[in-house]
């Protein structure tokens, strides 16, 4: 039996008396791709939280390779191997890209030379980027240099919040096939998406989350279904 590299059972979760979070139960098995959809406000993003530790579960389940973490700190998550990539990207706009990567030496034991061969490997762009201040690469740029920061760690699961907010769509869909790739090393990955059938496009399992609560789950054709009664009617 395969144990998943993350699970949510009958999860609850909030902030102080609101509770966003009611009776969640989400599965994401090794290497696979889970896209979780659902208008804004769903609770998505407090989801991304509670399984980073950054949020405490009030009730239910948080297991991480078939271990309770519970009350774990984002700490002992991240060392456990969940990385999370938040809205924002997380880069260092005033750096070069090879200064954002001098910044992550040691991340992984890896040494300087490490992180900058792993880095442009995977992501040739940044190596032809690698002199230019940061802020000044393009949004999917931006995407991939935080992504490989994440990778640089090599996580057992990977949580992506919005990776194409602000994003042109042949932008998003390159960063997807990236997403793809990824998995197919062997990364869990489960990805917050508003555009949800470019997330359906690379997804082996999909779930959508309304009101805090999990209306559909299955496979993305089984999903995609419903997508237009999720989203009140408009386009997903």
Sequence with gaps: MTIDALELIDLRAGYGSIEVLHGVSLRVPPATVVALLGPNGAGKSTLLKVASGTVKPTAGCLHVGGVHVNGAAASDLAHAGVCRIPEGRGIFPNLTVAENL????????????????????????????????????????????????????????????EI?????????????????????????????????????????????????????????????????????????
Aim: charged share 20%; aromatic share 4%; hydrophobic share 50%.
């Design 102 to 161: 001098q910044m992550w030496t040691g991340v992984g034991r890896l040494r300087a030379g490490e992180v900058a061969e792993r880095t442009f490997t995977r992501f040739p762009r940044l190596g032809e980027r690698r002199k230019q201040l940061a802020g000044t690469l393009s949004g999917g740029e931006q995407q991939m240099l935080a992504m490989s920061r994440a990778l640089l760690v090599d996580p057992a699961v990977l949580l992506l919040d």
């Design 164 to 236: 194409s907010m602000g994003l042109a769509p042949l932008v998003v869909a390159d960063l997807y096939e990236l997403v793809h790739s990824v998995a197919a090393e062997g990364i869990a990955i489960l990805v917050v998406e508003q555009f949800a059938r470019t997330a359906l496009a690379v997804a082996d399992h999909a779930a959508i989350l309304i009101q805090g609560r999990i209306t559909r789950a299955g496979t993305p054709a089984e999903v995609e279904e419903h997508l237009s009664e999720a989203y009140l009617g408009g386009a997903a």
